[in-house]
């Protein structure tokens, strides 16, 4: 009977919300609560060192710097250079077919540069230091309509000026193929250009030599001494007896 009436009250407790445990879990729950935390604290130095380190920088900058900005304008530049030369035609060419063009490209523009620097006057590029021609390419025309250009090659001579004397030596043999209308003479002219225009194949292979002689002479501001004038100067008296032959024939 006892047992059923510990039961009984049991039940009531249940149903009726009598807490029979209330004063454990309370002072187990009040006591959990009013414990005091331990504060952290942080070595203030080690946090200003991860401050300046970059490797915790985790913001991006909006500022980059000059040499970035120059590859990001160079990269462009290359994509519009090639996109400008293929067009949609890249689009539909093979891989291996695109970059072969590309270095073919290349190559066409390296050779296009080469051409122009030896078109024009290398010593002026590459060597002011040099002294610098008493001819001028302006005062051609002038020297050989107007000037005694055997009297100015013993000048140089003289002067042992022997790069310029080949210089003028040049220039009356031009003036001779004139005279002679073996070319049709103009300042604007290349020394390629008289060449097509000589028929006379004698005439025409002497002036190959004199000619290729003259420009690694005068442009490549190569430097000759009195042995190596004499040498030369017979390739432009053979041009001109050649001259003279023809014009007795």
Do not use: C
């Not at 290349?106 to 620097?117: D, H, Q």
């Not at 004698?202 to 009195?226: A, H, K, M, N």
Request: net charge negative; charged share 30%; proline share 3%.
């Amino acid at each position: 009977m006892r047992k059923l009436k510990h039961i009984k009250w049991v039940i009531f407790g249940l149903f009726s919300g009598y807490p029979f445990y209330g004063k454990t879990m309370n002072k187990d729950s009040t006591a959990y609560y009013q414990e005091t935390p331990e504060p952290l604290y942080f070595d203030e130095e080690k946090l200003e060192s991860y401050r300046r380190s970059k490797e915790f920088n985790y913001f991006e900058s909006d500022s980059e710097s000059w040499w970035t900005s120059f590859k990001k304008w160079l990269h462009d530049v290359w994509l519009w250079f090639w996109d400008g030369i293929f067009g949609n035609l890249g689009l539909n060419m093979p891989g291996w077919l695109l970059e072969l063009a590309k270095y073919v490209v290349l190559l066409l523009l390296i050779l296009l540069i080469i051409w122009l620097v030896v078109r024009i006057n290398p010593g002026e590029l590459f060597l002011k230091d040099k002294k610098q021609p008493a001819v001028l390419l302006s005062e051609e025309e002038n020297i050989i309509q107007n000037e005694d250009i055997s009297e100015l090659i013993q000048h140089a001579v003289q002067e042992k000026d022997y790069r310029l004397a080949i210089r003028y030596y040049y220039l009356l043999i031009l003036k001779q193929l004139r005279e002679n209308k073996l070319i049709d003479y103009r300042a604007e002219k290349t020394n390629g250009e008289y060449f097509n225009e000589i028929r006379q194949k004698p005439i025409r292979g002497q002036f190959e030599r004199i000619t290729r002689l003259y420009e690694f002479i005068w442009y490549g501001y190569f430097s000759i001494d009195q042995k190596q004038f004499m040498q030369f100067s017979g390739e432009f008296k053979e041009m001109e007896n050649r001259i003279i032959q023809e014009n007795n024939a």
